[in-house]
């Protein structure tokens, strides 16, 4: 079945230490997106790609990269985690826009320590 | 900046009734509009999108447009336990981007 699939389900990393979330796609959709997700709030979009094009959010921290290698695969780095960045990290995938909705990943849980 | 609100609930309503799902948005020029459901620890599926205004039906589910009013509603009839989830509104305001509500979390008793 065709899907997007994210890893780990569960991180655990260390205060500061840079850590990498990964994203894959057998959908072939052009869009590939960041969510942060923090309890009993809304996803909010860190940023997107459209094919090789980068889109950053206004207000998403420097802390926070992204890359995209190819359609199939995208990756957040976090290079410093704090304390405040624990929460769930969604990948989602569109194809064109954004009008049919979106379908996601798993998510990733990050726990901060 | 553009906003989607819901109430947060918790909705708590008996197996078998229907479970009314309410959401506002701001920008008046949004044009797709989206229900997701979320389970405690999940991450969000997509279970409805309405463009026009009116009604659109799929299965026990009812998704209400209502651009002058910028008020979207999901209706779950016969409502299950299994039915009990957060249910985020999502809206569309053009591009890629979509903005999401923090959801309402609904309760089905058995």
């Known amino acids: 079945d065709a899907m997007v699939i994210q890893n780990p389900r569960y991180q655990v990393t260390q205060f500061g230490k840079p850590v990498t979330l990964s994203c894959s796609q057998t959908?072939?959709?052009?869009?590939m997106y960041w969510y942060q997700q923090k309890s009993s709030q809304a996803p909010k979009l860190l940023f997107h790609?459209?094919?090789?094009?980068?889109?950053n959010e206004a207000d998403t921290p420097d802390n926070f990269q992204s890359r995209r290698p190819n359609t199939s695969f995208c990756f957040l780095d976090i290079r410093s985690p704090g304390l405040g960045d624990a929460a769930m990290y969604l990948c989602?995938?569109?194809?064109?826009?954004?009008?049919?909705?979106?379908?996601f990943g798993s998510g990733t849980r990050l726990t901060v320590v | 900046q553009k906003e989607v609100e819901q109430n947060s609930g918790p909705l708590s309503v008996p197996e078998g009734a229907i479970a009314s799902l309410n959401c506002t948005y701001s920008?008046?020029?949004?044009?797709?509009f989206f229900w997701y459901r979320q389970y405690s620890g999940k991450s969000p599926e997509l279970i409805m999108f309405i463009y026009s205004n009116g009604d659109k039906e799929d299965g026990r589910f009812t998704a209400q447009l209502n651009k002058a009013s910028q008020y979207v509603s999901l209706l779950i009839r016969d409502s299950q336990p299994s039915d009990s989830a957060t249910y985020l509104c999502?809206?569309?305001?053009?591009?890629?981007?979509?903005?999401f509500g923090a959801g309402t979390r609904l309760f089905v008793k058995a």
């Open positions: 790609y459209y094919d090789k094009d980068f889109n």
């Open positions: 989602a995938t569109s194809n064109q826009g954004a009008d049919d909705g979106y379908t």
């Open positions: 959908l072939n959709h052009n869009v």
């Open positions: 999502a809206v569309n305001p053009g591009g890629f981007k979509t903005i």
């Open positions: 920008d008046r020029g949004s044009q797709s």
